[in-house]
């Protein structure tokens, strides 16, 4: 079992820079893929980026360049550092943990608001 607390989100102007935060609590954090998924009001959850127990990170086209995920495994944290934000950021923000085991386990916070607004 993984809880997952996310925090960090804030109104924010266009241009302007916020860093996302994902505490984890249970056993073995380094052996899952985090990820980070935002839903806009009225559309679908989407990925944004994630990055995997080794390192490896894959970002959605449209934040690429922009938006940074990271992991500290000696923290149980994963963080997305966003620059350069645009109005269409604006969503709230899901941390994701998942592990193939026999089947896909996933869990999910609570979720943090980003608005991008002047």
């Known amino acids: 079992q993984v809880q997952l607390v996310e925090s960090g989100g804030d109104l924010v102007q266009p241009g302007g820079s916020l860093r996302l935060s994902c505490a984890a609590s249970?056993?073995?954090?380094?052996?899952?893929?985090m990820a980070w998924y935002r839903q806009a009001p009225g559309k679908q959850r989407e990925l944004v980026a994630a990055i995997s127990s080794s390192g490896t990170t894959n970002y959605l086209a449209s934040v690429s360049g922009r938006f940074t995920i990271s992991r500290d495994n000696a923290k149980n944290t994963v963080y997305l550092q966003m620059n350069t934000l645009k109005l269409e950021d604006t969503a709230v923000y899901y941390c994701n943990a998942a592990k193939l085991i026999g089947n896909w386990r996933e869990y999910w916070g609570q979720g943090t608001q980003v608005t991008v607004s002047s």
């Open positions: 249970g056993s073995s954090f380094d052996t899952y893929r």
